[in-house]
């Protein structure tokens, strides 16, 4: 599964967009990219995942450039229930096993 | 909503003792994960299990860990005996089936401080 590389911390004013970045440069044609976040002290919880087309769900929206070496995850109006530990981790369709390789991921801090 | 149970949630055991934690999946689901996860570092898996058998086993330290999943429904890690660098949280997921075509659900984690 590919190297992913987010930025360690981010703040954001509560009701703003949120845009997390993930820079995945050598992301291979069969690997999606995928988003979890962790609030504190709880389990990581799925966000969303894509392959090239840009993707949305009731959480958030996933948009992946069209070179695919990097994607942002957007949550259209963060509360302050969003701050959380966003992970985003590239893995191929063909991981048999399915685990999930979590990187450092960004602190996002929604604040009032 | 079903979810992914964890007991207990937290724990504090001394060096040298034997510690053990248990977690039911969603029922229905045959995959099993445990990930150990470090203060300020993401989730590492340590076993995984497709029903009653392990898959991948590869980061579980042998010598002191052990995990069972006997009739392929709730499971059990064993750490025997706990070392001050085992403290850390254990988090159980599962998924319906293995492979990246399943999502994950995790459980709250148990929270274990050796002293």
């Known amino acids: 599964d590919a190297k992913t590389t987010q930025p360690p911390s981010m703040d954001c004013a509560e009701g703003r967009a949120a845009n997390l970045p993930c820079n995945h440069s050598?992301?291979?044609?069969?690997?999606?990219v995928y988003w979890y976040r962790q609030i504190h002290s709880q389990g990581p919880q799925y966000i969303i995942h894509?392959?090239?087309n840009n993707e949305t769900n009731e959480m958030a929206s996933l948009i992946i450039t069209e070179d695919r070496k990097s994607s942002t995850l957007i949550l259209p109006h963060a509360t302050l229930r969003d701050t959380a530990v966003y992970y985003c981790?590239?893995?191929?369709?063909?991981?048999?096993?399915?685990?999930?390789?979590f990187g450092q991921g960004t602190e996002l801090s929604v604040k009032p | 909503e079903a979810e992914v149970a964890q007991s207990p949630r937290y724990k504090i055991t001394e060096k040298s003792q034997a510690v053990a934690f248990w977690c039911d999946p969603i029922?229905?689901?045959?995959?099993l994960y445990w990930y150990r996860q470090i203060l300020g570092q993401g989730p590492e898996l340590l076993v995984q299990?497709?029903?009653?058998?392990?898959?991948?086993d590869s980061q579980l330290p042998k010598d002191r860990f052990s995990a069972e999943r006997l009739k392929g429904v709730d499971s059990t890690l064993k750490i025997q005996p706990a070392e001050l660098g085992d403290s850390a949280m254990y988090l159980c997921?599962?998924?319906?089936?293995?492979?990246?075509?399943?999502?994950?659900?995790f459980g709250p984690g148990t929270r274990l401080t050796v002293t």
């Open positions: 029922s229905g689901h045959a995959t």
């Open positions: 997921a599962s998924s319906a089936n293995q492979g990246a075509a399943y999502e994950q659900y």
């Open positions: 981790i590239a893995r191929t369709i063909y991981n048999q096993g399915g685990k999930l390789i």
């Open positions: 299990f497709q029903d009653e058998s392990v898959v991948d």
């Open positions: 894509g392959l090239k």
């Open positions: 050598t992301i291979s044609g069969n690997e999606y």
